[in-house]
Every structure is written in C-alpha cells, then in structure tokens.
C-alpha cells in the first residue's frame, strides 16, 4: 500500500504507538496516508479501535517476519 508518511513505533509497547501516530496524523493533510510500523502485536485491536474513535479511517495492516505495517488515511 501507498503511505504519504511512515513512523517507525518498533520497539515500543502500548499505548505508544497510539500516541506517536495521533501526533503524526495530526501533522498530515486530509486525505493522506501514515504507515505505523510496529512489533507489538496489540496494535492489530488498537489502531482499529483509535480509528473508529477518532474519526481516522483504518485501511488495513499487513504483517511481515513479525512486523505489522498499519495504514491509517486522515479524514478530518
């Protein structure tokens, strides 16, 4: 998948990742693409569930030897 920006979150357990990508969507214009990318198997429940309430639109994960690539599109 296409991102406009990737963050790098591995090694770090939650709630950080949530929190180092609500600070980069913050950042990004409406409409733009962020790859989380993270080895803590809670993000696959935590990003979906951030998405859902902050309005972000969750596009999907892929997990690759162990890490999982988060896309999250901004929506407002």
């Not at 429940?45 to 892929?62: H, K, Q, V, Y």
């Amino acid at each position: 998948m296409k991102a406009d920006r990737s963050l790098d979150c591995t090694g770090l357990y939650c709630p950080m990742p949530i929190i180092k990508t609500a600070s980069a969507v913050a950042k990004l214009g409406q409409g733009e693409v962020l790859e989380v990318l993270a080895d803590d198997k809670g993000i696959k429940e935590d990003m979906p569930a951030w998405c859902r309430s902050t309005d972000n639109e969750f596009l999907g994960i892929e997990e690759e030897n162990g890490i999982y690539k988060v896309y999250v599109k901004k929506k407002n």
